[in-house]
């Protein structure tokens, strides 16, 4: 028996028409388009090259008519299916290829029409499918009929845009269906006619057509120059539809298949010249892959026209080969198994095929509607997330919230949807009861969203992972929470928790999870590995990592609530998951670090000649008091009367300034480990939002103010546990720890009026305790206060304080005095704890500061006036036994991690080499802070700010080479007790004495 020998066809016409379509896409996108008045001669060779390439669909629409009649019994509705797995391959290949990220370069691979990437490739398509149908009614027509439509036509397509100027029919370059249908017709009619055969002298036609198109081009800009006086319309006849472009077109077409049919040895199968098309129209529409080799070889070279062409010659060749590699590709892989498996599960060889592959999808999508469903729901219930962390005081602002969410977020949104209904399936796997794990997941969604609200009212941020330790005191939370919130929210849980059970039981049967033990272990284990990679978002190009970026997520570690508002609060959350202390120091090694050891050990010798040594019992206290600051200071804002007199009179009499805070609105415990360490907020990775509780217990050794103290206690008039403080202390080497639960008990637990916080005068009663019990050693005391803490809920009956201004709303006008109220009641506080220190026989310092302002403020405030809503209060005050005060005027601005070096230095006590480099970045260095216009607790790499006395923000570039070279060594020491091996911790730890 014979086989049967497949079609073979000309391949010459297919090579020039994607030679012409990849010049095109060369001339268009990859080379500068020279300037006529710069340089006219390049002007008239691009536009010729331009003229003259133009007809690539062309050919390929003629070639298709050419050959109809040899395939009218074919079906061509199987070679549709193939090519579009072909394309979609050949898309995924080029994205993977040019490390694309973006989750749109993959979604058009599916849609590629809803972005019109392919105009002519879908109108070619349609006319290919189309042509064994169309080609069956015009071999019934007579020759005459044939003539007379074809002439109609052309003089409506060709001739009547040509007179105009005007593409009246909108052939869009020679994309439309219609265009593409003409030349399949005329292609038709060239081989009905046999005018490939008859037509004498083509050469020489072709060759005249060419030089008159080109010719064209220089006239028509000289027309152009002479009647607009600019180049607008040198290209009017240079389009595919122009009557000049189609005589070329058909004369270069006659003249290829001319010579095809003398020599008739270039010719290959459909399936070969169907791969090197769709590799062609793929390589050559593809955006990504454009816009790759654009950027990398796109110059100009304007004084260069030969290296201007090697350059047009290069890219024309990158661009075949590359169609060369795809073609080969796609050849290889359709020898494999799983191309051929999907092949035969997508390709559908006639429309009834299709119909049956449509209705297994929608069988497929009934078996899984409990899961579709909710991930409908959970896609709008993140949408509602998003929605509550916007701006939606007005209408307007709602209604532009919302449209930004539906509009620019949905990649963020499909992304939560995976997780969320990954998550899902993984509690109903393990479970097997649908409903148990729709609730479970819908009430930790539904938790995170409340807290993320609230907690975002309260402090500008979403709720982190690092909040989970705040779980354990979850009574305490709950008390800084409205009363009615909880009520409701214990009451839709009571409700969904009813409703569940009921659900789950009667709807049992219909909810059954039909799966056999292995599968349901092996889905288990491949969630959980999926999950794992939850914790690896932040490594540069991990799964996960690129995942996210595939997805658009913003990780905005500099502004956590936009990265909440932009990605969601679990995309945030998760986020903040993968910590990163601190970008490593370029010159770090052990070498480097001894040197800096080396010099400060000299600088503290030095800077100790005129220091004195430590009494036997030298006092240092630190107090930083809660949410403590200036309203004054404030613009737009007047006060009845100055709340603090106790606090700006006595800082005029000693050092005293503004400290830089990190944080507004929130962020105690940072201010402490600044404070206690030495070590800058400001320095550390954007993914370390809280030290406390994400840094201190992985140290191996954690060097702070305390270690050059003989006792050192900590105070905190509320819960320890809070910010993970008793571990935190533990690690630091505080002797002893007084909090409200502590096991030896909180003496002095006064409050004022109806605030429920202990006051301010309690807290400093029970530090004189602890200073008066001291005999005889160096102590260090670490204060926090805690009765200016929010909320401000009209808490004293007697209160004439009052403000004029609008920096807060009218609904919390109430708020704002008792805000002041309570300034003044610690300002009095602070009067009387000064002078019980002024009567004690012993050497004390004091160094007291507020740690932020509070979060009561309108939010375009402190947007307007940044580092305003970041300053507080500070002073170094030495007591009256000391009798050597001094108020020192260049620290008007400060960070907190000065402090320690600075209270020192008021003291004039001797230093450690540690508190020499912190000394030379106190007297040298700006005050620095994160980005005041990010989040409130954290700062992304490279957002560092350094301020100077004034406001001024400074970049770096701007210091000094030695204030350059103190920061560099100060960054070093940081790292290398922080995230490095710790080679200078004993050094840093060492006492005065040593």
């Given at each position: 028996m014979k086989t049967k020998k497949a079609n073979r066809y000309g391949i010459i016409t297919i090579f020039f028409a994607s030679v012409f379509m990849i010049i095109q896409r060369v001339l268009i996108t990859a080379t500068v388009v020279p300037e006529y008045a710069q340089n006219p001669t390049r002007f008239y060779i691009y536009n010729i090259l331009l003229a003259l390439t133009a007809v690539?669909?062309?050919?390929?629409?003629?070639?298709?008519?050419?050959?109809?009649?040899e395939n009218v019994k074919k079906n061509f509705i199987s070679p549709l299916g193939r090519m579009y797995l072909m394309y979609v391959l050949l898309a995924l290949i080029i994205n993977i290829f040019c490390l694309s990220v973006n989750i749109r370069d993959y979604w058009i691979i599916l849609f590629p029409i809803s972005q019109n990437l392919f105009g002519f490739a879908v109108s070619f398509l349609f006319v290919f499918a189309s042509s064994p149908l169309i080609v069956t009614h015009l071999n019934k027509f007579q020759n005459s009929n044939i003539k007379k439509c074809f002439t109609l036509l052309s003089i409506f397509f060709v001739v009547l845009p040509t007179m105009f100027g005007k593409d009246i029919f909108s052939f869009s370059g020679g994309n439309n269906i219609l265009w593409v249908a003409y030349l399949f017709l005329m292609g038709y009619v060239i081989r009905r006619f046999n005018i490939v055969s008859r037509f004498r002298y083509r050469f020489m036609h072709f060759i005249l057509s060419g030089f008159f198109l080109?010719?064209?081009?220089?006239?028509?800009?000289?027309?152009?120059?002479?009647?607009?006086?600019?180049?607008?319309?040198?290209?009017?006849?240079?389009?595919?539809?122009?009557?000049?472009?189609?005589?070329?077109?058909?004369?270069?077409?006659?003249?290829?298949?001319?010579?095809?049919?003398?020599?008739?040895?270039?010719?290959?199968?459909?399936?070969?010249i169907s791969i090197f098309l769709v590799a062609t129209q793929v390589a050559t529409n593809w955006q990504v892959l454009i816009n790759k080799i654009s950027e990398k070889y796109k110059i100009a070279f304007p004084d260069?026209?030969?290296?201007?062409?090697?350059?047009?010659?290069?890219?024309?060749?990158?661009?075949?080969?590359?169609?060369?590699?795809?073609?080969?590709?796609?050849?290889?892989?359709?020898?494999?198994?799983?191309?051929?498996?999907?092949?035969?599960?997508?390709?559908?060889?006639?429309?009834?095929?299709?119909?049956?592959?449509?209705?297994?999808?929608?069988?497929?999508?009934?078996?899984?509607?409990?899961?579709?469903?909710?991930?409908?729901?959970?896609?709008?219930?993140?949408?509602?997330?998003?929605?509550?962390?916007?701006?939606?005081?007005?209408?307007?602002?709602?209604?532009?919230?919302?449209?930004?969410?539906?509009?620019?977020?949905?990649?963020?949104?499909?992304?939560?949807?995976?997780?969320?209904?990954?998550?899902?399936?993984?509690?109903?796997?393990?479970?097997?009861?649908?409903?148990?794990?729709?609730t479970f997941t819908l009430i930790i969604d539904l938790l995170l969203t409340v807290s993320t609200v609230i907690k975002v009212k309260l402090r500008m941020e979403p709720i982190l992972p690092s909040d989970l330790l705040f779980l354990s005191n979850i009574s305490e939370i709950l008390s800084m929470i409205s009363p009615i919130i909880v009520i409701v929210l214990v009451f839709i849980l009571m409700i969904l928790a009813i409703s569940t059970f009921i659900l789950q039981h009667r709807a049992n049967k219909f909810y059954n999870l039909k799966i056999s033990v292995k599968k349901r272990l092996l889905w288990i284990f491949m969630l959980l590995f999926l999950f794992s990679g939850l914790f690896w978002v932040n490594h540069q190009d991990s799964p996960s990592n690129l995942l996210f970026r595939f997805f658009k997520v913003d990780s905005q570690f500099y502004n956590q609530r936009k990265g909440a508002m932009i990605n969601g609060p679990l995309i945030q959350f998760i986020n903040n998951i993968d910590v990163k202390i601190m970008d490593r120091p370029k010159e770090y090694s052990e070498e480097k670090i001894k040197s800096i050891m080396k010099k400060y050990d000299k600088e503290a010798t030095q800077m100790n000649?005129?220091?004195?040594?430590?009494?036997?019992?030298?006092?240092?206290?630190f107090v930083l008091s809660e949410s403590f600051s200036d309203p004054s200071r404030l613009p737009n804002i007047k006060l009845s009367r100055d709340p603090i007199p106790f606090?700006?009179?006595?800082?005029?009499?000693?050092?005293?300034?503004?400290?830089?805070?990190?944080?507004?609105?929130?962020?105690?415990?940072?201010?402490?480990?600044?404070?206690?360490?030495?070590?800058?907020?400001?320095?550390?990775?954007?993914?370390?939002?809280?030290?406390?509780?994400?840094?201190?217990?992985?140290?191996?050794?954690?060097?702070?103010?305390?270690?050059?103290?003989?006792e050192s206690s900590a105070i905190h008039p509320y819960w320890g546990t809070l910010y993970n403080r008793m571990n935190v202390f533990k690690k630091f080497g505080f002797d002893t720890f007084r909090y409200l639960e502590s096991p030896d008990g909180f003496k002095h637990l006064e409050t004022i009026g109806n605030n429920p916080y202990v006051s301010d005068e309690a807290s400093y009663n029970e530090t004189l305790d602890k200073i008066k019990k001291n005999e005889n050693r160096t102590q260090f005391i670490q204060l926090s206060t805690m009765q200016n803490h929010m909320p401000y809920d009209n808490y004293y009956e007697e209160?004439?304080?009052?403000?004029?201004?609008?920096?807060?709303?009218?609904?919390?006008?109430?708020?704002?005095?008792?805000?002041?109220?309570?300034?003044?009641?610690?300002?009095?506080?602070?009067?009387?704890?000064?002078?019980?220190?002024?009567?004690?026989?012993?050497?004390?310092?004091?160094?007291?500061?507020?740690?932020?302002?509070?979060?009561?403020?309108?939010?375009?405030?402190?947007?307007?006036?940044?580092?305003?809503?970041?300053?507080?209060?500070?002073?170094?005050?030495?007591?009256?036994?000391?009798?050597?005060?001094?108020?020192?005027e260049k620290y008007s601005l400060v960070s907190p991690y000065v402090f320690p070096s600075l209270a020192l230095e008021q003291a004039q006590l001797k230093v450690t080499p540690f508190y020499a480099l912190l000394t030379e970045v106190l007297n040298n260095i700006p005050a620095t802070t994160n980005d005041p216009n990010s989040s409130s607790q954290n700062v992304y790499n490279g957002q560092r700010k350094f301020v100077d006395q004034n406001n001024n923000v400074l970049k770096e570039s701007q210091l000094s080479e030695e204030q350059k070279e103190i920061i560099k060594e100060y960054m070093l020491i940081q790292y290398d007790l922080i995230a490095g091996k710790q080679y200078s911790a004993k050094w840093a730890m060492k006492r005065a004495s040593e």
């Amino acid at each position: 028996m014979k086989t049967k020998k497949a079609n073979r066809y000309g391949i010459i016409t297919i090579f020039f028409a994607s030679v012409f379509m990849i010049i095109q896409r060369v001339l268009i996108t990859a080379t500068v388009v020279p300037e006529y008045a710069q340089n006219p001669t390049r002007f008239y060779i691009y536009n010729i090259l331009l003229a003259l390439t133009a007809v690539g669909g062309n050919l390929l629409a003629l070639y298709m008519g050419y050959y109809a009649n040899e395939n009218v019994k074919k079906n061509f509705i199987s070679p549709l299916g193939r090519m579009y797995l072909m394309y979609v391959l050949l898309a995924l290949i080029i994205n993977i290829f040019c490390l694309s990220v973006n989750i749109r370069d993959y979604w058009i691979i599916l849609f590629p029409i809803s972005q019109n990437l392919f105009g002519f490739a879908v109108s070619f398509l349609f006319v290919f499918a189309s042509s064994p149908l169309i080609v069956t009614h015009l071999n019934k027509f007579q020759n005459s009929n044939i003539k007379k439509c074809f002439t109609l036509l052309s003089i409506f397509f060709v001739v009547l845009p040509t007179m105009f100027g005007k593409d009246i029919f909108s052939f869009s370059g020679g994309n439309n269906i219609l265009w593409v249908a003409y030349l399949f017709l005329m292609g038709y009619v060239i081989r009905r006619f046999n005018i490939v055969s008859r037509f004498r002298y083509r050469f020489m036609h072709f060759i005249l057509s060419g030089f008159f198109l080109s010719l064209l081009v220089i006239l028509m800009t000289k027309v152009s120059m002479h009647v607009h006086l600019d180049v607008s319309t040198a290209n009017r006849f240079s389009v595919p539809w122009s009557i000049f472009s189609v005589y070329y077109s058909v004369l270069l077409f006659i003249c290829i298949e001319r010579y095809n049919a003398r020599i008739g040895s270039f010719k290959s199968s459909f399936k070969t010249i169907s791969i090197f098309l769709v590799a062609t129209q793929v390589a050559t529409n593809w955006q990504v892959l454009i816009n790759k080799i654009s950027e990398k070889y796109k110059i100009a070279f304007p004084d260069s026209a030969f290296e201007w062409s090697k350059r047009i010659l290069l890219i024309i060749g990158i661009y075949f080969s590359v169609c060369i590699v795809l073609a080969l590709v796609i050849c290889l892989v359709q020898k494999f198994a799983i191309y051929k498996w999907i092949e035969r599960k997508l390709v559908f060889n006639s429309w009834f095929q299709l119909i049956d592959k449509l209705l297994k999808i929608k069988d497929w999508i009934y078996a899984n509607s409990r899961l579709i469903l909710s991930a409908v729901f959970y896609y709008f219930f993140t949408a509602l997330q998003i929605f509550l962390l916007s701006d939606y005081r007005t209408k307007d602002r709602a209604i532009s919230a919302v449209l930004t969410i539906f509009t620019q977020r949905q990649a963020q949104l499909f992304l939560n949807v995976i997780i969320i209904t990954a998550f899902l399936l993984l509690i109903f796997l393990i479970t097997k009861r649908f409903w148990y794990a729709f609730t479970f997941t819908l009430i930790i969604d539904l938790l995170l969203t409340v807290s993320t609200v609230i907690k975002v009212k309260l402090r500008m941020e979403p709720i982190l992972p690092s909040d989970l330790l705040f779980l354990s005191n979850i009574s305490e939370i709950l008390s800084m929470i409205s009363p009615i919130i909880v009520i409701v929210l214990v009451f839709i849980l009571m409700i969904l928790a009813i409703s569940t059970f009921i659900l789950q039981h009667r709807a049992n049967k219909f909810y059954n999870l039909k799966i056999s033990v292995k599968k349901r272990l092996l889905w288990i284990f491949m969630l959980l590995f999926l999950f794992s990679g939850l914790f690896w978002v932040n490594h540069q190009d991990s799964p996960s990592n690129l995942l996210f970026r595939f997805f658009k997520v913003d990780s905005q570690f500099y502004n956590q609530r936009k990265g909440a508002m932009i990605n969601g609060p679990l995309i945030q959350f998760i986020n903040n998951i993968d910590v990163k202390i601190m970008d490593r120091p370029k010159e770090y090694s052990e070498e480097k670090i001894k040197s800096i050891m080396k010099k400060y050990d000299k600088e503290a010798t030095q800077m100790n000649e005129s220091r004195k040594e430590w009494a036997q019992d030298q006092t240092v206290v630190f107090v930083l008091s809660e949410s403590f600051s200036d309203p004054s200071r404030l613009p737009n804002i007047k006060l009845s009367r100055d709340p603090i007199p106790f606090v700006n009179s006595l800082s005029s009499k000693t050092t005293s300034g503004l400290m830089l805070s990190s944080a507004y609105g929130g962020g105690t415990a940072n201010m402490e480990w600044q404070s206690l360490t030495g070590m800058d907020m400001s320095n550390l990775d954007a993914t370390l939002p809280t030290p406390y509780t994400q840094l201190v217990n992985k140290q191996k050794v954690a060097p702070s103010f305390l270690n050059l103290f003989d006792e050192s206690s900590a105070i905190h008039p509320y819960w320890g546990t809070l910010y993970n403080r008793m571990n935190v202390f533990k690690k630091f080497g505080f002797d002893t720890f007084r909090y409200l639960e502590s096991p030896d008990g909180f003496k002095h637990l006064e409050t004022i009026g109806n605030n429920p916080y202990v006051s301010d005068e309690a807290s400093y009663n029970e530090t004189l305790d602890k200073i008066k019990k001291n005999e005889n050693r160096t102590q260090f005391i670490q204060l926090s206060t805690m009765q200016n803490h929010m909320p401000y809920d009209n808490y004293y009956e007697e209160n004439d304080f009052d403000y004029d201004g609008d920096i807060v709303t009218d609904s919390t006008g109430n708020t704002m005095r008792t805000y002041l109220k309570g300034l003044n009641l610690s300002d009095q506080a602070l009067e009387k704890f000064i002078l019980e220190i002024d009567n004690i026989q012993k050497p004390i310092t004091l160094l007291w500061y507020g740690d932020h302002l509070p979060g009561i403020y309108k939010e375009d405030e402190f947007t307007k006036y940044p580092y305003n809503y970041r300053e507080t209060n500070f002073f170094v005050y030495n007591n009256k036994y000391m009798d050597n005060n001094q108020k020192n005027e260049k620290y008007s601005l400060v960070s907190p991690y000065v402090f320690p070096s600075l209270a020192l230095e008021q003291a004039q006590l001797k230093v450690t080499p540690f508190y020499a480099l912190l000394t030379e970045v106190l007297n040298n260095i700006p005050a620095t802070t994160n980005d005041p216009n990010s989040s409130s607790q954290n700062v992304y790499n490279g957002q560092r700010k350094f301020v100077d006395q004034n406001n001024n923000v400074l970049k770096e570039s701007q210091l000094s080479e030695e204030q350059k070279e103190i920061i560099k060594e100060y960054m070093l020491i940081q790292y290398d007790l922080i995230a490095g091996k710790q080679y200078s911790a004993k050094w840093a730890m060492k006492r005065a004495s040593e």
